[in-house]
């Protein structure tokens, strides 16, 4: 039987039309979706040959030497090159320490340089690359760690991470290291205008300009005689001049002068693998086109202060990432340039912990804890405190942190009622830390605390109970660890860095130990409470005084009245010192210092050379003196505090706080 052939129905034309527009619209929705940034780019490249690793996104080219790890060119958007390339290859980007072993004489500066690549990932998105060297006891004179250099570039990135784990095994030789970093020598012929922060930006001496130049009481710093640009002639330039906090050191870098105007930036996303906590001064970038990455130094802590390895102790940490930024403006304007690099450091800041590195010892957030609390002071009354740092750092002793390097530290500034919140901690035994600007003394909590991944420890209520005998009778400055309240003088006119004329930092200027002299001729400073003002009448340094080529110790007074002595009392003298160098203060009181000794001595203290070196602040130090109310009289007193060492201009002390206290009263 013949099967009828049947016809599909037809749909009427306004549902065809309908579902012609449907698909349509489902098309173009498609389409409508932005590509991202990454998307739009090009893939990142992977070039290896015997001698050299190019990494290149389209952005940003990296060339590596293969297997040393060390950087010869970073080109930038047409740029073949903004690294000084009249510099060997080996000095124009590289890691490098300062180390040592204790059991010979001598340091060594090692630029680190590998025997082996590893290509970690390699894909559209990112390559990181791995440049290894392994340590063992036929290496004997080389350094005894294991190290691990990584370079990162990302899919549409206008820069390159890096980072590098440092690994000394159990039983390896006892090991110091004086200082880690990475350090950049630009194109000198670009790269003429310095960028720190919003406030310290300038065009720069060039290397030659230092070398023609008239070197002062150190080599660092010199009188810039024959610059190449006439503007600068006169001025003084030291690398010291451009240090800055740790809290305040997280993107600075080079403008190129001519356009296309390049910025290159070192950005610090994060701050745990630096040593010293929050207020560890450290270099940031200087002349001779120099930019630096510091994770620790000596500098403002003195030459005990690094990684000390002992009796074949295993340790191993993670530097980095870094982020090193390359940007530019379509107008060429070096503001718009500065402005864009402090924005990307904000997004770098956000996103720390990075999720990318591919490392297994840096752990991303998921793998991280956090601590929450409340701290609050108890100075005669319990109060919030406000401003305060508040830090995890390694177990030790009260303070300790500031002269840690070995460790990893994480710190917060509480919030006006005194709350902290402290995320992305690495997992492992701390002490919880905090000092307070405006009180005394250093907090640590009694007991350890524990950071495990995906927890968080919460603390609850701390107090911090700053040392106190009895009310305050008298003080000079405020306590926040700086001298930078007291008397600072005008440079020398001949030995001026223009920048820092009507600066807030003053005290960056050269050659100002020598201004007190300039000051006392004579006679020694003398303060009287209640009459005298810190702020004019406290010179920032207790330094030497400049007699006939010779510098000898200096005394200064504290003189105040004393009404209803309590003879059978003793009262407290607190000195609070933000740094000191290789100096001793002696405290007499009244006329004890016609005869016999001190009341009190710090003994010789302190290298952290702050005074030399522009500081303000180096290591902080607290001491406490006893004085005997039948040492006082009613009246007219004076404490006698005596710089005891002489023979050089850098010895004193930078004073943070002064005050005397009653005897302690019966309600306390």
Known sequence: MQRMARSLPVPPWPLIILCFFFLLAKIHAVRLVPLSNQEKSPPVKLHVTDTHVEIDNGIVRLTLMNPAGLITSLGYKGVSNILE????????????????????????????????????AESDDQVEVSFTKTWHRSLDREVPLNIDKRYILLRGSSGFYSYAIFEHMEGWPDLNIDEARIAFKLHQDMFHYMVISDN?????????????????????????THPSNPRLRGEVDDKYQYSCDNKDNHVHGWISSDNPRIGFWVVMPGDEFRGGGPIKQDLTSHAGTTSLATFFSAH???????????????????????????????????????????RQTAQETKKWPYDFPLSQDFPDANQRGAITGRLLVHDRATA??????????????VG????????????????????????????????LYAWVPGVIGDYKHQADITIRAGNEVGMGDVVYSPPRNGP??????????????????????????????????????????????????????????????????????????HVQKEYVPTTWQIVFNARNVMRRGSYTLRLALASSSFAEIEVWINNQINGRGPQFSTGRIGRDNAIARHGIHGL????????????????????????????????????????????PQPHN
């Not at 130049?213 to 010199?222: M, N, P, Q, R, S």
């Not at 802590?301 to 090193?324: C, D, H, Q, S, T």
């Not at 840690?404 to 690495?426: H, L, P």
């Not at 009459?531 to 340094?541: G, M, Q, T």
Request: aromatic share 16%.
């Open 300 to 342: 403002y802590a003195g030459i005990n202060y690094g990684v000390r390895l002992r009796n074949g102790e295993r340790w191993k940490k993670v530097f980095g990432p870094v982020f090193m930024y390359l940007n530019s403006d379509p107008n060429n304007n070096p503001t718009a340039i500065w402005e864009d690099a402090k």
């Open 620 to 663: 902080y130090r607290l001491y406490s003196v006893s004085i005997w109310g039948s040492e006082l009289v009613e009246g007219r007193n004076t404490i006698y505090l005596r710089q005891a060492r002489g023979a050089n201009p850098f010895t004193g002390v930078l004073y943070d706080y002064i005050r005397l206290e009653a005897p």
């Open 384 to 397: 919030a405190a406000k401003s305060a740092y508040v830090g995890l750092a390694p177990p030790g002793n």
């Open 85 to 120: 390339y009249r510099n060997r290859e080996g000095r124009r980007g590289y890691w490098d320490i300062v180390w040592s072993r204790p059991d010979r004489n001598g340091s060594h500066f090692d630029t680190l340089q590998c025997t082996s690549l590893r290509v970690i």
């Open 472 to 545: 305050t009778l008298w003080e000079i400055g405020i306590p926040d660890r700086t001298a930078a309240e007291f008397y600072i003088p005008d440079p020398n006119p001949n030995l001026v860095n223009k920048l820092f004329i009507n600066h807030t930092e003053k005290y960056r200027q050269y050659g100002l130990w020598n201004r007190y002299t300039d000051l006392y001729p004579h006679h020694d400073l003398v303060y009287t409470v209640g009459v005298s003002d810190y702020r004019r009448d406290w010179f920032f340094a207790h330094v030497n005084r």
């Open 400 to 431: 300790s942190w500031q002269e840690d390097a070995k460790g990893y530290q994480f710190w917060i500034k509480t919030d006006e009622r005194g709350y902290f919140s402290i995320r992305g901690v690495r997992e492992g035994t701390y002490n």
């Open 200 to 224: 310290k930006q300038r065009i720069m001496p060039s290397e030659r300009d230092r070398k023609v130049g008239d070197k002062l009481d150190y080599k660092e710093a010199v009188l810039i």
